[in-house]
């Protein structure tokens, strides 16, 4: 179990990477994305009727928060079945001063961390499907590589942010060219290690030959070789221990 205070380092350290910890960047849209990006991991919310490509994270949170006693407003109650309420960047920032975005906003800034334990929740859940999800010759590999981060201090820090970040990847045909690039591809990338700093090492190295391979498949229209530099230092995080 994680302490109190290394979920909040953990949650705060998400937050850095995704929002600059910037209390204006719980309610956002990035540039080139087709869906808003809400509370400190950057959920994804997608407009209604929009196809999900990238998982439809939001209202998963909100159900969470829910089942955890908080009460939602009315509209974003409705929201949460129906889709995000604005279809483009352009719509959000217009909208960023209405007293429907700052009260989400303040609902987001709240919940920190419950936002954290929900990250920390979903890749507890992701744990043993990543060895099942493999075929047999490749388990023992999986297994010795998320052991050995796992049992590193500061590992569980990487294993839950890169989860956040980038899924778990349990799609095997997911992604461009049927390759995914989820947390299970990096296990699968890492050389073999032993719990240890050089754990964290290799897991940040694997991450970034995954995340390299990601943009070599995409379509070139997407130009994603220009988010590789801010993926870059957020994988060099895992590097340092935070807790």
Do not use: C
Not at 67 to 79: D, F, H, I, N, Y
Not at 113 to 119: F, N, V, W
Not at 156 to 177: C, H, M, P, Q, V
């Amino acid at each position: 179990m994680l302490s109190t205070a290394e979920l909040r380092v953990i949650g705060d350290q998400i937050f850095k990477n995704e929002g600059g910890g910037s209390v204006d960047k719980l309610v956002h849209w990035n540039d080139g994305e087709d869906f808003a990006s809400m509370g400190i991991g950057h959920f994804t919310w997608y407009p209604a009727g929009r196809s999900a490509r990238f998982g439809n994270t939001f209202p998963e949170l909100l159900t969470y928060m829910q089942t955890k006693g908080v009460r939602l407003p009315g509209w974003l109650e409705q929201a949460k079945n129906s889709g995000a309420p604005w279809t483009s960047k352009a719509q959000l920032m217009q909208a960023k001063h209405t007293p429907q975005v700052q009260e989400l906003q303040n609902l987001l800034y709240q919940t920190r961390m419950l936002q954290a334990q929900y990250i920390v929740d979903r890749t507890r859940r992701a744990m043993p499907k990543l060895v099942n999800n493999t075929p047999g010759q490749l388990r023992p590999h999986i297994s010795n590589n998320l052991n050995a981060v796992a049992n590193t201090p500061g590992g569980w820090y990487a294993l839950i942010d890169y989860t956040n970040f980038k899924g778990e990847g349990l799609n095997r045909s997911g992604g461009y060219n049927g390759q995914n690039w989820g947390l299970l591809q990096v296990l699968e990338e890492m050389r073999p290690s032993r719990p240890g700093e050089p754990a964290l090492h290799e897991f940040a190295n694997a991450a970034m030959r995954v995340l390299e391979r990601r943009v070599r498949n995409s379509p070139p229209a997407r130009n994603e070789n220009r988010w590789l530099a801010g993926w870059s230092n957020r994988v060099n995080t895992y590097r340092r221990i935070p807790v």
